[in-house]
């Protein structure tokens, strides 16, 4: 996601939109595909099942789409309020990731002119943001592995930091607009 890009309001909550629909429709048909099953095996007629079953299934769905979107709009809506938090850097990217140190850690990932910034989401108890400045980035190793990738950040200290992030590629430049070094494999 571009600096442009993060900066329209609702982008967050557009995509979780779509997600948590995405989402709740499947959950409706397994929930109606059960619900016709058992009225079948106690030898009711299908149609029937269906008939009564409609209301249940579209309040099934609101409410499955309804807690969906709240929870992809709170993994979705952290990137954006965590670059919001350092807009007078120069956000140059930013997206929901991972930080793979021991336990798995969800937040957002925040590239700026000055430093690279992993916010941990709330629901890592304790878990503290990691700063990085830009200074002490020795190379980057960006991979793509289609939905995720991942970024391999070496320091000059000899440390690395991975996370697992969304649209690595867009990542990849963004690294390089900053004159950050690219690792070969």
Request: charged fraction near 15%; charge should be positive.
């Amino acid at each position: 996601m571009s600096a442009a890009r993060a900066s329209e309001p609702g982008t967050s909550w557009r995509r979780a939109l779509r997600q948590g629909v995405r989402y709740a429709i499947p959950s409706t048909l397994v929930v109606g595909a059960v619900a016709v099953s058992l009225d079948v095996l106690n030898g009711q007629a299908w149609g029937a099942s269906v008939a009564r079953a409609w209301p249940v299934l579209l309040c099934v769905f609101a409410g499955v789409a309804a807690l969906l979107t709240l929870l992809f709009g709170f993994v979705f809506g952290h990137s954006e309020r965590a670059a919001a938090r350092v807009a007078h850097e120069g956000v140059a990217m930013h997206s929901a990731a991972s930080l793979m140190a021991g336990a798995e850690q969800g937040g957002a990932l925040v590239l700026t002119g000055q430093r690279l910034l992993f916010a941990p989401h709330a629901l890592n108890l304790g878990a503290q943001p990691t700063s990085v400045p830009l200074g002490t980035i020795r190379e980057v190793y960006v991979t793509d592995g289609g939905r995720y990738g991942e970024a391999v950040v070496y320091l000059r200290g000899g440390d690395a930091l991975t996370f697992r992030l969304w649209d690595a590629p867009r990542w990849a430049e963004a690294f390089a607009a900053l004159g950050i070094r690219r690792a070969e494999a």
